[in-house]
């Protein structure tokens, strides 16, 4: 008797449709697993940053950088800013971009200053390498990433007028202040600072540009970078995923009101929020 050799083409379509409908299923968890381990590796680099500030402040008697601050409009020494007081900590530039933005507002043909989607970061800034940027001379030609300060985290010289007339009292000056875990240092942001209060508005859909509302600046960093999430380094330098409905739940500045919201009649009820943001956990 002739032995049978090889498959049928039954057999073969057998066989591609258990690998397609297997594929089909591997497929999406494959896509979260990459996610998740994008997002971890976000929090790696921010626990990198926390020891950052931690240094700069070490080696300044515990206070912060000026930050950037005005006085009748002009800026007042812009370059004693995160972006370039922090230089001499750390090397690779890499280190200021979230994996999960892998290009930036330049690269799509937006610009380089932000606010062009979730998962754009800021920058390139144009020139020679390594020449001062003229209009944000607290950056050099070649920045770009997608972290950003709690602009609230600095320590503002005597008789300055704050840019956007924030208080001096809002301010966290130094690391040497009680409850430093329910401060947000450094985060997931769409430019390079953001300073939030209590009465901002929620983006009306995600990744809606931050100078949209330049007074509003909770959209800097409500968006959906991380699955409802976006990660943030504390003063105390722990690192956690923060729900989006949740950014009005932190110690922004000294007088943030955890009590009320960006409602009139103070805290939120679900149905309170733009639909896109409904779905996620507080």
């Given at each position: ?6 498959f049928t ?7 591609i ?13 494959l896509?979260r697993v990459?996610?998740?381990a994008?997002?971890?590796l976000c929090q790696?680099?921010?626990?990198q ?6 240094m700069?402040?070490?080696d300044?008697?515990g ?5 950037w ?6 800026p007042?020494?812009?370059?004693d ?6 230089r001499?900590?750390?090397k690779?530039?890499?280190l200021r ?13 937006g610009?380089?200053y932000g ?17 001062i ?6 950056v050099i ?5 997608s ?9 503002p ?11 001096v009292?809002?301010f ?12 947000p ?7 390079l600072?953001a ?5 901002d508005?929620p983006p009306?859909?995600?990744g ?5 509302d330049?007074?509003n ?9 991380h ?18 409905r949740a ?20 805290g939120?009820n679900l ?5 896109w943001?409904?779905g996620?956990?507080?």
């Amino acid at each position: 008797m002739d032995s049978r050799k090889g498959f049928t083409l039954v057999e073969l379509l057998v066989v591609i449709a258990i690998i397609a409908l297997l594929m089909s299923i591997l497929m999406p968890a494959l896509s979260r697993v990459r996610r998740q381990a994008k997002s971890v590796l976000c929090q790696t680099r921010l626990k990198q940053w926390g020891a950052c500030f931690e240094m700069y402040a070490g080696d300044n008697n515990g206070g912060f950088m000026e930050g950037w601050n005005e006085d009748g409009g002009n800026p007042v020494e812009p370059r004693d800013f995160w972006m370039e007081s922090l230089r001499p900590y750390y090397k690779d530039p890499d280190l200021r971009m979230c994996p999960s933005t892998p290009k930036t507002g330049t690269e799509v043909g937006g610009g380089p200053y932000g606010g062009w989607g979730t998962f754009v970061a800021w920058g390139v800034f144009p020139g020679e390498e390594g020449e001062i940027f003229g209009e944000w001379p607290c950056v050099i030609s070649g920045d770009y990433g997608s972290y950003g300060n709690n602009g609230f985290i600095c320590s503002p010289a005597p008789g300055v007028r704050i840019i956007q007339d924030s208080p001096v009292k809002y301010f966290w000056r130094r690391v040497d202040v009680k409850n430093t875990g329910a401060i947000p240092l450094f985060m997931d942001c769409q430019w390079l600072d953001a300073r939030p209060r209590d009465t901002d508005f929620p983006p009306e859909y995600d990744g809606e540009p931050w100078n949209i509302d330049h007074y509003n600046q909770m959209n800097r960093v409500c968006m959906s970078r991380h699955e409802g999430h976006i990660n943030i380094v504390y003063m105390d330098h722990a690192v956690r995923p923060v729900g989006l409905r949740a950014l009005w739940k932190q110690k922004w500045h000294r007088y943030f009101d955890l009590q009320n919201s960006w409602t009139e009649e103070g805290g939120c009820n679900l149905n309170d929020w733009p639909e896109w943001l409904r779905g996620f956990p507080d």
